[in-house]
């Protein structure tokens, strides 16, 4: 398992891994080349300086250097569909032979006839359902390696690459540069915990134990006198909106001073960030850029910017232009 | 909030970080100086060489050297009481002024009368009582000011001591030498998370995003404009026996490799880090010094060491048996 996770799995191109090794070292590159010169630009080389200069009034101790950052549409995308929901609906098909009354049950039915869009149809009970029946009833081993197996097959639909590839790489350059400045990364997503922990080190260079999200119950158990954690089909955590917060406050135990997010589920995330003491940074990535990735803002549902972006207004956060902003969007480009 | 928990509030008298400084620099001691020789230090001494060596089969890469903890009993003493319960009962007695109703209702009664046998003779009810009226109704930082504040002025029963010199020094050596050897250490408490995270950077040099303990409920707010977190009198999360595996499961998302416990309520923990690929290691503190600490392992409720110690035998676990394996128990003996 470990070393699985951590030297990716067969089949996956490392890419992200290059791209964070070709940034390792601070002397071979000037931070954040995929980005345009421009305020967003600046506004992060400025607060990085800022929190950085001991002894000045700004400085902030390393250990306090926290960043927390949204996952879907913040740091890969979340269009057409969220890349977890893609995972959930190829396990319905994968497993559809053991459960023969799905034939006769949405949205089962529709996945397995391959019609997604009525699948989904029916809105957020549909993707619970879809998510229970492929996220729980195995062990938390048996789901990573199923994870692991599906990213290592998996194309997205657009542009035909694996998943991981799909990462933005301005977000890897400015995951890299606050690590390099001695800021701990977090993702705190509303995705399910065990579905990032099983990629965010390989995509990411984030370790398990820095992932935050959304999390079903857990049971322990002795199979065969081994002893096993089994995912169970309840909700234990969501961690959206103010969930956000209260899930950094159980697994962090600090005040982050730094918050990414795209959309209102990232809005209490960032006004906690933002409340503290000393230099508080918060942005968010603005999908302004249907040619090379999405435009969307007012989608009910995923991704909705509205509140977030009257916030960010008012305080006056750093707003990302994908198409302004970002050079590159991806590491293929 | 940062820098009072990093350099201690006023009053406490620095001793364990004093402790953990002596022992920084692997060269200036052997390890585990208070420490007898015998089987036990072995024990240690053998396996984190074995995990260390690199290009050995015994070889385990940093990211997943992971030891965990229980706090009480295992790091400082939970007699007569456990910490966080004397604390509980002081906060009963701070706040009775605002609520008069406890004038005649058990066990606030019985505490205000000074009379904590009576109060505690209540049992599981009685003690999620006082947890309760004193845990809840205050944001995290309210609460985090009052257990630093508390800290600064409490004395133990017995050596009238600061409780954070009662850390055991043999374990503060023990946490430094893990560390030393690239070890991640992380306290995983039946006791309060948000109680133990107050004092954990302090007492032990375990920073907040290393402890998980049991949890309430946590619900964000703003009050006149300012995010807070408030803390509720629900229970969340006892991590406590087979929740111990659950918490760690969600906390780090990683297997440990190493468990350290006293009592049947460390038991699921230590089967879950023993039972992965690889060294592995278990160790159980045996309290057999009722001169310099206490002797107990039947008692019921706190401590009860029964099955744990059982499986010990089994399994071939290391028993530290206090009274022969501690040249020392305390720093300022």
Redesign the interface.
């Known amino acids: ?2 070393s699985d996770r ?1 030297l990716g799995g067969p089949g996956v191109a490392p890419i992200a891994t290059s791209v964070l090794l070709a940034l390792a070292h601070p002397a071979l590159a000037q931070p954040l080349p995929s980005w345009n010169e421009g305020p967003a630009k600046e506004a992060i080389v400025r607060f990085v300086k800022d929190v950085s200069v001991r002894g000045s009034a700004s400085f902030v ?1 390393p ?2 250097r926290i960043a927390v950052f949204d996952n879907d549409g913040t740091l890969w995308p979340e269009q057409p569909i969220p890349v977890q929901l893609a995972f959930a609906l190829d396990r319905v098909k994968a497993v559809a032979g053991d459960h023969p009354e799905w034939q006769d049950k949405e949205p089962f039915r529709s996945i397995l006839a391959g019609d997604v869009r009525t699948a989904l149809a029916g809105g957020e009970q549909a993707v619970a359902g879809i998510i229970v029946a492929s996220h729980s009833g195995m062990t ?1 081993e048996a789901f990573e390696a199923q994870v692991a197996a599906w990213l290592a097959t998996a194309r997205d639909p657009r542009f035909a690459r694996p998943y991981p590839e799909l990462a933005y790489r301005p977000m890897l350059e400015l995951l890299a540069y606050l690590r390099e400045n001695g800021f701990r990364t977090y993702i705190v997503s509303g995705g399910g ?2 579905f990032i ?1 099983a990629l965010s080190q390989r995509v990411y260079g984030i ?3 820095q ?1 935050i999200g959304s ?1 079903g119950k ?3 158990e ?1 199979r065969d006198g ?2 096993v ?1 089994v995912k169970l089909a309840q909700l234990d955590l969501l961690d959206d909106k ?2 956000k ?2 899930a950094i ?7 982050p001073i730094a918050a990414f997010g795209n959309s209102d589920g990232d809005l ?1 995330m960032m ?2 960030a933002t ?1 503290g003491p000393g230099p508080r940074f918060a942005l968010i990535v603005h999908h302004t850029d249907a040619d090379r990735e999405w435009a969307y803002e007012r989608a009910p549902g995923i991704g909705e910017l509205k509140e977030a972006m009257a916030e960010a207004k008012a305080k006056g956060w750093t707003v990302v232009d994908m198409k302004r902003d970002w050079k590159k969007v991806y590491a293929f480009e």
Request: charge should be positive.
């Open positions: 398992m470990p951590l101790a250990d306090e938390t915990i065990d922990r370790p398990p134990e992932v999390q857990v049971v322990f002795l081994r002893p954690l103010a969930g917060p209260v406050h159980k697994h962090i135990g600090r005040r209490q006004q906690w409340a």
